[in-house]
């Protein structure tokens, strides 16, 4: 699966992958730490993720 920050209403292209939602989340978390000063994501900002993610396409 894939998601774009930009799904999640951020002026950013990046684009994270994974295999699983942990890993998405994961790599989404990382990102975010480092691009937008964000430490830590809360919970209702990753299950929107998961959703988006789910939404944005049917990969692996
Ligand atoms: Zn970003």
Do not use: F, W
């Not at 930009?6 to 990046?14: P, V």
Request: some cysteine; proline content about 2%.
């Amino acid at each position: 699966m894939e998601l774009r920050c930009a799904d999640l209403g951020l002026q950013c292209s990046t684009k994270v992958t994974g295999d699983t939602e942990e890993e998405l989340v994961g790599k989404l978390a990382q990102h975010a730490a480092d691009d937008h000063d964000v430490p830590v994501l809360n919970q209702t900002l990753i299950d929107y993720a998961v959703s988006r993610a789910h939404a944005g396409g049917e990969g692996r």
